[in-house]
């Protein structure tokens, strides 16, 4: 489900965004970052990874219906409005509006450290969004509602891209800065922090597979006693679980794709770590830049605090591994934690 919400969704954005809007187009400018080597490590997976008989079919319980049922998954669940953090928390009833808890959310499990360090990075990523946007379409030189590439853009993602989900009435209009701030947040969201969670944390919470097995050979035994694997099963339950368990070289080939999903390049580039050359020039960009980086230097500290915090169980303790996944930069190799501008693993 995470590739499809985050290496699939993001597809139909690069295509509109390179067809539709001229590379000296600010939006276009503020998206292409987020959108580095995504097409290539799609294509990759396409090859090897999610083709029939590849991997995934091979090594996970659904083989040969796992696309089929991400297919199916995506046109009974997906929504563009429902991919942007705030929303995504409130749809699955772990979250409530109220503009008096902080981000303007109550959660109903307070101990939630992906919405605890993820709500605080939406709201950095939306007000380096909003300083941007705002710079650019100020009702004198530019309007979001009159600039045509912006609105070829977003007519592509939505009945091009999505054709199938064209006439769906979540869809948000593009008319006013507050809109294009809310989409192109989502987006960002998507492709940086939502990526970051659930695709570094793979090796770490999988790499032992008798933790997450990815495939189950054999039914448990039933309670029949003229099933000779019940019998089995009392006798030596290790062995029934062995024959439950993947295979050994399934079990080592999943291990070593998730080794290799989990790992940072040695030249990742993390959120609001470089600036784009064109910022340095405008000023107010320049400064929002650098209040955006200083505030996700902060969320750093704030994880790091968060982790050393006693009373939060599900972030420390015994055999509780620290919430890191979405600390903003790290180290190459398999962290478990940096938040990359794009999908680009």
Not at 107 to 125: C, K, R
Not at 155 to 181: F, M, Q, S, Y
Request: glycine share 6%; proline share 7%.
């Amino acid at each position: 489900m995470f590739r499809l919400r985050t290496h699939c969704a993001t597809e139909p954005y690069i295509i509109a965004t390179n067809r539709q809007l001229s590379a000296m187009h600010p939006i276009y400018k503020l998206l292409l970052p987020h959108f580095r080597y995504t097409m290539e490590i799609n294509a990759l997976a396409r090859e090897a990874l999610v083709n029939a008989d590849g991997i995934i079919e091979s090594s996970f319980t659904p083989k040969q219906l796992s696309l089929l049922v991400s297919s199916i998954a995506y046109d009974q669940h997906w929504q563009f409005d429902l991919q942007a953090l705030p929303n995504d928390l409130i749809h699955r009833g772990l979250a409530e509006k109220d503009p008096n808890a902080p981000h303007g959310l109550k959660l109903a499990i307070e101990d939630y450290p992906y919405a605890n360090d993820g709500l605080v990075l939406w709201d950095t990523i939306k007000s380096w969004v909003t300083d941007y946007v705002n710079h650019y379409y100020n009702n004198e030189s530019r309007n979001v509602e009159s600039d045509k590439e912006l609105q070829a853009w977003w007519d592509e993602i939505r009945n091009v891209g999505h054709g199938d989900k064209k006439d769906e009435p979540w869809w948000p209009n593009l008319k006013t800065n507050d809109d294009l701030v809310e989409i192109v947040t989502t987006i960002v969201w998507i492709t940086s922090g939502h990526h970051a969670a659930v695709n570094f944390g793979q090796y770490t919470y999988a790499g032992y597979f008798p933790n997450r097995p990815a495939i189950a050979r054999n039914n448990m035994p039933t309670e029949d006693p003229s099933d000779g694997e019940w019998e089995l099963f009392f006798e030596k339950p290790e062995v029934t679980l062995l024959k439950c368990f993947p295979s050994q070289i399934q079990a080592m080939t999943v291990m070593t794709v998730l080794d290799i999903l989990s790992s940072h390049s040695p030249d990742e580039e993390y959120l609001g770590e470089t600036i784009e050359p064109a910022w340095q020039e405008e000023p107010m960009i320049k400064a929002a830049f650098e209040k955006f980086k200083g505030r996700l230097m902060e969320l750093e500290g704030i994880i790091d605090e968060r982790n050393a915090n006693m009373n939060l169980r599900n972030r420390n303790g015994a055999g509780i591994l620290p919430y890191e996944l979405l600390k903003p930069t790290s180290e190459p190799g398999v962290t478990g934690k940096g938040v990359p501008y794009s999908v680009s693993i």
